[in-house]
């Protein structure tokens, strides 16, 4: 019988971990952000303004991204950046706006819109070039996430400090590597069910995709065992997570097979930041939903107060 | 032209275009359990579409599951508790990532993609490529025949009403069912796609009239298989519900991994499979 809780998953921390995103962070700087926003009357709606974004990121790729702006509610506004999940594009988040925030929904690279360079495909990102940890695919991934906070905080109608991440799965594994990588500047963090988290463990306790795809990898490469185990060190979201100063909300599904919740737990034990659990019985990968949508709703509104 | 005259052309043009499949072992997910492959297929267009195929080892036959798919631009390959147990393939239709050779649909924007014209509409390809999928499906030796299942949502229940042999269907999350009422409710994609239509300068009448060939209740009755229909609301749901001749309903609880399970055990046992919670104990 599993015990999510109490399992042990535990990764090694690369001794370079904080120089190789340095190094990440410094290449992004070394590019100009470049953000070029069109309005899209055709998406606006009026209480929503809908623009089309695109911005320079890591490596010089062109990212894209779809950025909503209360209409009816005064300047400056509280921002989020939204996250999609490993297989979503993102959405337009007019809901978020109609909230109150200004609202960033990205699209890293790979997904639609911004696959023209690097298109790795679903199956494949999570194990595009996981042999080697400098050339990995979701290296420039992870980085177009903080990017996307960086375009906030160049929008006059943003307030600086009331910038937050939300997103699940995926969404939830990278708002705790940006919230990490940005410790400054990001307010509040909601992750559900966050993926990249026991990177090498997941694949132990489940069958299904994506984590599947490593299993599939180690099937045909099982000489790579240990190189694989290196790269994943560097973006697992344990490492990242003592670095973490935001408030942050986590919640699982306690029969999450997609990420497992023994993951999710040991993400909690890491995190040395104010966090709350919500652990849900019965839950798979949805951890909640919809009804955890009105806790997040909440705990996003006490941190970043829209409508003040 | 008529719902009947509609969906009797897109079978004739279907009948002409030979299927031509196209097999790729993948070593990678053949394991003890099955052999999987990548296929591709022709369907209208001519169109070239995608799916992911796997066959259990042993001796068959087996009991097979199409899976038409999820609204994304990404389906999902087989599940390895559904590829040990049933011949099962994944459809991924045009525009979707893996079948985008010529044509990548967005996201959003695919579903009101020619939605003026119901012969231009981006779904009626996207219905043939189901069908040719479930013609694909059945025409494996290794399928038996008495037992064969489609899972998804509209999709999957518009393929069992135009192409006999389907045993089982389950449903959930319909797309299209009372499209453009649910699309007044919120601002949520996909449906918010018809909202931003309109406001372009779309006429709803005239969406509303292509959005009716694919409504699910006009194609139920044509359903002869054991139906499971899975949703939140049976009340919203009742005009389908009622329209189908052989449907049971569940009502989704949320807690997804009670749902995943009873789901998956509906289909196992009408399939004569043993049932497999995706969760690990």
């Known amino acids: ?308 | 032209m008529n719902f009947d005259s509609y969906w009797s052309a897109v079978d004739e043009e279907l009948a002409v275009i030979s299927a031509r499949p196209g097999l790729d072992l993948v070593p990678a997910r053949t394991t003890d359990e099955a052999t999987s492959y990548t296929v591709r297929l022709t369907s209208t267009g001519p169109y070239r579409v995608f799916g992911h195929l796997s066959i259990p080892a042993g001796d068959g036959p087996f009991p097979a599951l199409l899976r038409t798919p999820r609204h994304g631009s990404v389906n999902l390959v087989p599940h390895p508790n559904d590829r040990s147990r049933y011949v099962v393939f994944c459809l991924t239709h045009r525009g979707q990532r893996l079948a985008d050779e010529g044509f990548s649909a967005a996201y959003p924007g695919l579903l009101t993609m020619g939605i003026d014209d119901p012969a231009s509409y981006i779904y009626r390809g996207i219905a043939a490529d189901c069908l040719r999928a479930a013609e694909f499906l059945m025409s494996l030796d290794e399928v038996d025949p008495a037992r064969v299942a489609v899972s998804g949502d509209d999709l999957a229940l518009l393929t069992a009403a135009r192409r006999p042999g389907f045993s089982a269907v389950r449903l959930s999350e319909l797309l299209f069912y009372r499209a453009t009422e649910a699309r007044l409710k919120s601002s949520r994609y996909p449906l918010e796609e018809l909202n931003d239509h309109l406001r372009a300068g779309s006429s709803a009448q005239i969406v509303d009239k292509t959005l009716a060939y694919f409504d699910p209740v006009r194609h139920a009755s044509a359903v002869t298989a054991r139906t499971l229909l899975a949703v939140d609301d049976p009340d919203w749901c009742a005009a389908l519900i009622g329209a189908l001749p052989a449907a049971s309903v569940y009502k989704l609880t949320h807690l997804d991994g009670t749902d995943n399970d009873f789901l998956d055990a509906w289909l196992a046992e009408l399939s004569g499979v043993p049932p497999m919670s995706r969760f690990l104990v």
């Open chain 1, 1 to 308: 019988m599993r015990d999510p809780e109490n399992a042990i998953v535990e990764v090694e921390l690369p001794d370079d971990f904080d120089d190789f995103w340095a190094a990440g962070l410094a290449d992004c700087a070394s590019y100009p952000l470049d953000p070029v926003l069109t309005e899209m009357p055709s998406l606006s709606t009026d209480k929503v303004i809908v623009y089309d974004l695109r911005y320079t990121s890591y490596g010089g790729l062109r990212i894209a991204g779809w950025y909503t702006v209360p209409r009816d509610r005064p300047a400056p506004h509280p921002a989020l950046v939204t996250i999609p999940g490993y297989i979503s594009e993102p959405t337009i988040p007019k809901e978020w706006s109609e909230l109150g925030y200004a609202a960033l929904a990205v699209a890293p690279r790979g997904k639609l819109r911004s696959n023209d360079v690097f298109n790795p495909g679903y199956p494949g990102l999570l194990t595009h070039n996981i042999i080697d940890h400098n050339t990995y695919g979701y290296r420039g991934f992870y980085l177009d996430v903080v990017r996307a906070v960086e375009v906030l905080l160049d929008r006059p109608e943003v307030d600086d400090l009331r910038i937050g991440l939300q997103g699940s799965s995926q969404g939830g594994g990278l708002g705790i590597s940006t919230a990490a990588l940005l410790p400054d500047v990001i307010r509040c963090v909601a992750a559900g069910a966050p993926y990249l988290c026991g990177i090498m463990t997941a694949p132990t306790l489940t069958r299904s995709y994506p984590y599947e795809e490593i299993n599939e990898y180690l099937r045909v490469h099982p000489e790579d065992a240990d190189r694989v185990r290196e790269t994943v060190a560097y973006y697992d979201g344990l490492n990242f997570a003592p670095k973490v100063r935001a408030p942050t909300l986590l919640y699982l599904g306690l029969e999450d097979d997609v990420c497992p919740p023994e993951t999710g737990f040991a993400l909690r034990r890491v995190l040395t930041c104010e966090t709350t659990l919500h652990a849900y019985p019965h839950c798979a990968h949805h951890a909640g939903l919809p009804g955890v949508m009105r806790i997040v709703e909440d705990f996003l509104a006490e941190h970043l107060t829209p409508g003040r």
